[in-house]
């Protein structure tokens, strides 16, 4: 088979009657940095939702390393195991110290020993700079050391494919940076990554492919850099240039 790590096709998925996806076919090679961009409500997180089955796709088929996701329990463990996701907010558990965060889906997911675990933890946590706040609770820490707190735990059980719901959106504009610049570092690490964000400069500067996305369908798709300086529908452009304005 191809490098292809995750092959969406023909999804649909929505909430109770209402559809918001409405037949997404969608591909991430091993490696790949893949931006997904678009207005509020078009669907984006209902999207990075269905690939481990948190939201429950109406039909339409979601391959990870050519399995295909089922809610068969045993087949959502192998998933989530190889899957890291990072939401918008609120990722850590507040009653644990940051290490603990870290270490728990080693324990829960991999079966190991708490050791063993805060060990693999605390490097992670060296990596991305974090390593004197292992102890500290979550509240200890700014909303961007949250976050990176939070990329960090999605690393843990080094994943095949890291989703990125917004990791920036909730925070000031002075604490993004710290967070991209994290960003910048895990997207060197080699893995596949899918990130919902409107930072258009990591975007250009990191990402292989951009995805635009509105009212449920992806409008265009293609080469980052083509796609934010050369839409090809109008629909990217004014979204683009409303996001560029707003900045
Ligand atoms: N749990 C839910 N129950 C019912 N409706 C929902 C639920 N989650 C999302 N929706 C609706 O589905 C649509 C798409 O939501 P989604 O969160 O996927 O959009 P989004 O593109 O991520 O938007 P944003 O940029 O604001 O995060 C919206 O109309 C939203 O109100
Ligand atoms: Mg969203």
Redo the contacts with the bound molecule.
Sequence with gaps: MSGELLQISGLRA???R?E?LRGINLSVKKGEKVVIL??????????L?CIPYL?RPWSGEIRINGLVVNPDPATLRRIRASTGFVF?QYNLFPHMTVIRNVALPLELGKGMSRREAEKIAQSILDVLGLGELAEKFPLELSGGQQQRAAIARALAIDPKLLLL??PT?ALDPELRYEVVETLYQVAKQGRAMLI?THELDFAEAAADRVVF?DEGLIVEEGDAKEVLERPKKERTEKFLRRLRSRL
Excluded at 38 to 46: L, R, W
């Design positions: 929505g909430y109770g209402i918001v678009g207005p509020s409500g078009s669907g984006k997180s209902t999207l939702k939201v918008q719901d917004e959106s919902v996305i």
